[in-house]
Each structure stands twice: as structure tokens, then as C-alpha cells.
């Protein structure tokens, strides 16, 4: 009997860890076409780098979700399920935004480009406030690094498949063609959604989800001062990537298999490895880890671009292009580990989208201003000086955590599952 119970949380821990991969890959879908083929595709085109860095302000609700979370962990429809509900109604949404973009493409004028661009956003950054609350809900603590290698997972395959496969489609086939088979991949996960095995009773809060309570405790607080020292750093050198690709001559398809192939590929196994880490070290010790080596990364590839070798090795920059998406998984799966240990079960969604928003904000606000140091200092010099912010950034994210370890040692976990 015991054997029979034991395999059967076994399935179930395992359907549970494929959904939650499939439900981040369908909201990465449309998140990393932008992220990823729409700069190249951009750059290729001619548009100034300071025009693709504020792509980066489409972004913008994914930074104030947060004003919603708390109606998304209250308000639903009890015959489909609290997380059901809007993962439903905000698929839906996307699929057609996607579509809407397929038809309109360019030359209806950067207005409808723009309206569509934040449809499409907003409704990503609502269906991951329940994706998130979902995932916090259905783990236990001790699989909270499984939880988070899921979204890293599914956040890889999001990648590879808006960013890369939309490449090579828009390359051979065109705009019209590329963002429809998108939609089509956006629409194919919704049947995730069917799969999904709410614990809805279990996580009823005593009091209704709000954001004063969540910025009442002090876990939030000290991960807030976290993820401004250590993310506000990583933005600008991951925005630069794809146009510094196509300045240095390499084609759409090339950037594609780069960054969402083989960087997908390598993201997935840097995911896997950061779980199997997780189980032996602490979140935040991983994550000063990988900024140690971000830091050296900056500066090995600022001096490799002052000295010229990207001249003369071509494939040079993709190895550090690797690196680079190497360790942000990393970082990524620590980070969102980290996350789900500092939420409450009781407002899961609002807790974790707090902490993710300000990330988010963080990394927009670099990615934005990212063009315009890059053309005023030239990509090395840009480089060295992000290298020099990385240092500081991690010595005093360092200081943050042994600071929030003490403070909360002192003052007890008060309000984790308030």
C-alpha cells in the first residue's frame, strides 16, 4: 500500500512539474519574441540602438502588475478553479493579441504596434501572477528549487521557440507567416490549463490578499533590497547582445540558433544543475556564485572587444553569448527559489508577484537606458564599466543577505504564512 501511495505523489509530483513548465512556456512564447527576435529583427532593419533598448517599455505592466495581484488571488470563478480562471481567460487574450499583430505588422503605423505590444504584455504579466501563485501553492518548501527549475525550464523552451524558431520563420517565410505559428504554440499549451489539480482549500486565506500586508513583512522587504543591488547591473549587459550580434555581421538565423537554440539548450541544463546545487547550498549563496562569475564574464568580454579578437575570432562572441545565458539560468533559477521561500501560501500570487515585478522594473530600467550608454562609450568601454557596477553590486548584495539573515534570525519568521 505504501509502495502504491508512494508512486501514485510521484505521478503527481511529476504531472504537476510538467504543467507548471508547459504554463511558463506559454506565457515565455510571446515575452521572449519580443525579448529576443524582435531587437535582431529591428537591428536588421536599421533602427538605432536607442529605439531597440526602449523596447524595453512595453514592458511596463509586467513592473506594475503587482496593482492587480491581490484581484487575481481573490477574484475567480469557483466552478473552474482560483488559478484556472484567468490562465483561461488570459491565454485566450494572448492568442488573439498575437494574431492581431500578425495582420497589422508594420504598416498600420507604430501606434497600433505599440497598443498591441501592451495588450499582449499585460495580459502575459496577468496569466503569470496566477502562474506563479500556482507554483508556490502546489510545491512544498522542500520542492521549491523543483518549482523553480520548472519556470527556468519553461521560461529555456519559451526562448528557443519565440525567440529563435520566430527568427528563422520570419528570415524564410515572413512577418505574416512567423507570428501566426506563434499564436499556434501560444494556443497549443492552453491544454496545460485542463491539467491543472488545485489545492484551493488548502491555501483559503484568513484574511482577504492585500499589499499592505506583504509589505508588512520583513522577508519582502529584504528581498526588494536584494534584487535592486543585484539585478539593476544584469539588464544593460543582456540588452546589448543581440544588436552587438548583428553589428558584428551575423545573420537572423544565426542569432537565433544561438540564443535560443543552443542558449535554450545550455539554459536547461544550467537549470537542472542550479536544482541539483540547490539541494546542497542556500538560494542566495548560489546566486552571489553565479555574480561572481557574471562579473569576470563583463570584463573578459570588455577587453576581448578593446583588444579586437572578436575581429579576427568570429565565433568568439557566441561563446560568451553562452556563458552569458549560462549564468543568468542560474541566477534565475536561485532568484525564483529564493522567492518562493520568502511568499506567503496565503496570497502565494500577490507576494510572488511583488518580488518579481520589482525585478522586472529593475531590469526594464536597465534594458531601457542600456542603447544609450552602449552608443555614447562603444561596446567595450560599456563592458568594463558594467564590469566595475558588478563588483559593487554583488559585495553589497553580500551585505544585504547577512543582514536580512540576522534581522530575521532576531526578530523570528513573523507573518510567512500570515
Known amino acids: 500500500m505504501t509502495s502504491i501511495d508512494n508512486n501514485s505523489l510521484q505521478r503527481v509530483s511529476m504531472l504537476s512539474l ?42 511596463i ?34 492568442v488573439l493579441g ?35 501563485g500556482y507554483t508556490v501553492e502546489t510545491f512544498s518548501e522542500s520542492e521549491y528549487r523543483l518549482g523553480s527549475m520548472a519556470q527556468s525550464i519553461g521560461v529555456a523552451l519559451g526562448s528557443m521557440l519565440g525567440g529563435a524558431v520566430t527568427l528563422w520563420l520570419y528570415q524564410y517565410y515572413g512577418w505574416e507567416t512567423a507570428l501566426i505559428c506563434l499564436a499556434a504554440m501560444t494556443a497549443l499549451t492552453m491544454f496545460a490549463i485542463f491539467q491543472i489539480k488545485e489545492k484551493t482549500d488548502e491555501h483559503i486565506a484568513k484574511q482577504p490578499p492585500s499589499l499592505i500586508r506583504a509589505f508588512k513583512r520583513p522577508e519582502i522587504l529584504w528581498a526588494l533590497a536584494l534584487i535592486f543591488s543585484y539585478r539593476i547591473v544584469e539588464a544593460p549587459a543582456m540588452a546589448m547582445l543581440s544588436p552587438m550580434l548583428i553589428d558584428q555581421k551575423w ?20 537549470a537542472i544543475s542550479a536544482a541539483f546545487l540547490l539541494k546542497k547550498v542556500e538560494a542566495t549563496q548560489l546566486l552571489i556564485w553565479a555574480g561572481w562569475s557574471r562579473t569576470v564574464l563583463y570584463g573578459l568580454l570588455g577587453l576581448a572587444i578593446l583588444l579586437g579578437w572578436l575581429n579576427h575570432w568570429h565565433v568568439l562572441l557566441g561563446v560568451f553569448v553562452i556563458a552569458f545565458l549560462a549564468i543568468r539560468y542560474i541566477a534565475m533559477t536561485s532568484l525564483y527559489a529564493y522567492f518562493m521561500q520568502n511568499s506567503s501560501k496565503q496570497q502565494a500570487g500577490t507576494d510572488f508577484t511583488i518580488l ?17 550608454l552602449a552608443k555614447a562609450l562603444g561596446y567595450g568601454q560599456f563592458y568594463i564599466v558594467l564590469t566595475i557596477a558588478s563588483f559593487i553590486s ?19 519568521n513573523i507573518g510567512k504564512n500570515a
Request: hydrophobic content about 60%.
Open 61 to 94: 505592466p509586467w513592473a506594475f502588475k503587482f496593482f492587480w495581484a491581490p484581484l487575481i488571488d481573490r477574484i475567480y470563478i469557483k466552478k473552474l478553479g482560483k488559478r484556472k480562471t484567468w490562465l483561461l481567460f488570459t491565454q485566450i487574450a494572448l
Open 394 to 412: 554583488i559585495l553589497l548584495s553580500i551585505v544585504i543577505i547577512k543582514l536580512s539573515k540576522k534581522h530575521i534570525s532576531t526578530t523570528g
Open 18 to 59: 510538467s504543467v507548471v513548465i508547459v504554463l511558463y512556456l506559454a506565457h515565455a512564447l510571446p515575452l521572449y519574441f519580443y525579448n529576443v527576435a524582435l531587437p535582431a529583427i529591428l537591428r536588421h532593419q536599421g533602427v538605432d540602438l536607442r529605439w531597440i533598448g526602449m523596447l524595453s517599455l512595453l514592458y
Open 98 to 132: 498575437v494574431l492581431v499583430l500578425a495582420f497589422t505588422q508594420f504598416s498600420y503605423g507604430l501606434t497600433v504596434f505599440v497598443v498591441v505590444g501592451l495588450w499582449i504584455s499585460t495580459f502575459a504579466a496577468t496569466q503569470d501572477i496566477a502562474i506563479d
Open 251 to 270: 545573420s537572423l538565423a544565426q542569432i537565433g540558433v544561438l540564443m535560443s537554440v543552443l542558449g535554450a539548450g545550455v539554459g536547461l541544463l544550467a
Open 356 to 372: 518579481v515585478c520589482f525585478e522586472l522594473l529593475i531590469y526594464f530600467i536597465g534594458g531601457a537606458s542600456s542603447g544609450f
